[in-house]
């Protein structure tokens, strides 16, 4: 079925915010979380409540279960909650000690295991210095500290799970589960934001394109590091991840409010998702968008 509107779209205000959702039954993705400043809330039905005890929850792919970080150190220890959405049983896992502090938390495809990033104080800044993969199945956690990885490096799951992936000095690098370095892609910009970069067939990475390109969103073929294509005529403020192999979701200005859209790889949108106004991108508004 096409992204475009097939039925009309049901409205969702969004609490604390004034951000609308616009969503139809036949969504293959839908907002199963989101932030703005320091405020987190998780969907439950076609509702959403504010999780006042941690600062972000990220569910995992068909919303069986979430993982979530706590707002602060337990037992001077920096931890995650793994909670089971349909008993509402929370399990405390522990990821990384005192002062390195794990978060940005991203769920492989089957939802078997998270990796978060690991990051370090310095100066004012906090810096990454590895990742922290959780088991959701075992209940463990366990740290990688990576040589080498860049200070502002996000990671998150490549697309067969079986190696996570990072920002790596204006490229891409893929490391084992052990921090170990297995490939790097060279300028192809940074990794777009969102839940997942991949295309679903895991054969296309969307990045920010390199400062050399005009274009803005680029597209790379997994397997051999080529680009595939360049999306013209669209300056997103944000990229959230894709809908299916030929649209993805980007946040873009309009007219002094903002609207996440779906863009089709030659620019063009197709469907309005949201829309919400200045002061919530102001706020660092972030939707979490779920693969049912």
Known sequence: MSPAASSRAADIVLPGTRVTLREQATDALRVTSYSSGTKTYLRRGDGFTRQAAYQEVTV???????????????NGHDSVVLLDLATSKATTIRTVKKPLVAHYAHWSRDGRKAVLTVQRKSGSAWVTSGFVIVDASA??????????????????????????????????????????????????GRPAGGEDAFTPSGRGLMTWCPSTYTEHVCVWDRASGRLAAKVPGIRPKALWGWWDEKHFIAVIPSGGHYQVVLSTLRGRTTRVLAAFAAADWDAKIYLGYTRR
């Open 60 to 74: 995992a792919p068909k919303g069986g279960k979430a993982i979530a970080v706590p707002t602060s150190y337990r």
């Open 139 to 188: 209940r463990t956690a366990k740290p990688a500290i990576v040589a080498q990885v860049d200070g502002s490096a996000r990671f998150r799951w490549s697309s067969d799970g079986s190696d996570v992936m990072a920002e790596y000095r204006g490229g891409t690098r893929f490391y084992g589960q052990d921090g170990a370095v297995r490939r790097t892609l060279v300028k192809t």
